[in-house]
């Protein structure tokens, strides 16, 4: 495991830095020690030196006491014993330092020491000599016991243990300097030891986390692209290998996830999709409804005028006249009586039409005789022909049965009369006829309704049908039409399964034809053949 690996790197170079430590611990000790013989060796020889001059200092003032030079001074005398007993005393110690510092060196050294001893007891024989012959009498020493003692001359020996102590000097300070360049060299050696050692360790975990550290990269960027089907090795046995198992668990649980909400889009942008068609669909329903509403608006409040003009006609005429019989004015009111009625079915539409979803006429067909609505139609035309002073004049009417609506059929002949009546000029005739003929091998119930009044276009007869369509001669005679009504008679027409045309005459006018089938149970009747 990666883990494991980076631990035992890390305590390798926790030991190497310790093992360095300790080495440098030991050299720099074994410095100090050499360093330290080097300055015993120097008291030491600093020790001799100072001996020998206290000595010949005290010989100086034995020979002036005995010259008479100066008066004695004892206090200098002692001064100068104590100096010489202090010295002694400190080469002592010094050399039993050393000499315990060096209990592991060799041979040579061990007789130098041995040497040195010897000197020392010469000169502790030589300061009780002294001190005894100053000290026991008044009478001063001879010079010669400065420099015999046991029979040894002591410049001699004197001598001897500096060549001796400075001979130890030269040998400390040699081995103090090569104990400080074994210090030196051993610390660069373990310098570069560790260093070498730690650029091995990088090198190796360099190399080792490159790959890793370079696929775990390259998924991240793969994911951030939002490739999701890119996978990590799994390959590795470290922590890397975890790392990229996890990552690809993170990618599968992403890459479902992203299919679900994918899929849960298009779900809903399908919903979407058929909700917005419905919606399109219901508002086109709306806006043709709406439309269909308009129309029949527009018809019905068409329809509205013809039965009015009819009531108010048959009013005016009623009382223009003077000395008319009871019976008269009893038709007249009949007429208005049925007018008004007609105006109560028109009525009752627009109410039924206000409280429901009707958007079309309602056709209730029933069997009928087409000549008795013919009747009403035209005395109701007539009233209005009075008024324009027009003639409204009724052929040869058959009878027969046919199914339709009552009233939808009496307003498809109200209006093919009201439009023969408003478009002929002052003093004309309408001639209005009806019989049973034979069509294509059907019989059918024909009205045919010929004016002489301005005519219309041969380009123009099909288009009178079209909603607001009115022909320029029609504009010109009667500006304030709206061309409806022959829209709704087609409309009411086609609903019983009849037919409706335009016809031009030649000598001026023109001529409707309405055709309604003959119902089976009617009677048979001479036919006419077209």
Known sequence: ?????????????????????????????????????????SDLH??????????????????????????????????????????????HANSDRLARRMLSTNEQVAALVDERRAALATFDALFQALERAVLASSVMPATEQFDLVDGQHLRMVLSDALARERTLLAQQRSDADQSLQHLITLAIAATLTLTLTIVLVFWYFARALQRPIYELVKGAQAFQRGDLEHRLDERMR?????????????ADELRQHRRIEQDRKQHLEDLVDVRTRELEIALASLRQLGQQRQQLL?????????????????????????????AEYRQALTRIASDAARLTDVISDLLTMARSDIVEWQVKRQPLDPSTLLGDAIDQASTLGRLRNIVVSSGPIHSTTVLGDPQRLQQIVAILLDNAVQYSHAGGVVNVSAEVANKQGKAVWELCVRDHGIGLMDSEAQRLFERGYRGMQARHHRPDGQGVG???AMLLTRLHGGQLSLETVHEGGCEARLQLP???????LPLKDD
């Open 238 to 250: 470290d922590e890397f290998g975890h790392v990229a198992t996890r990552m690809n668990v993170m």
């Open 486 to 488: 022959l829209a709704i």
């Open 298 to 326: 527009e018809d019905i409040s068409h329809e509205l005028r013809t039965p009015t003009t009819s009531i108010r006609g048959e009013a005016e005429i009623t009382l223009r006249g003077s000395g008319r019989s009871e």
């Open 518 to 524: 003959v119902h089976a149970a009617a009677g048979h």
């Open 46 to 91: 600093a020790g001799f030196l100072a001996f020998s001059d206290s000595k010949n200092r005290l010989r100086t003032w034995l020979v002036n006491a005995q010259s008479d030079l100066q008066p004695d001074d004892i206090e200098q005398r002692d001064f100068l014993l104590y100096e010489l007993r202090t010295h002694l005393e400190r080469l």
């Open 1 to 41: 495991m990666f883990k494991r690996r980076l631990g035992i790197a890390l305590l390798v170079l926790t030991l190497l830095m310790l093992v360095q430590g300790g080495v440098a611990v030991w050299a720099i000790d074994g410095a100090r020690q050499k360093v330290e013989l080097g300055r015993l060796s």
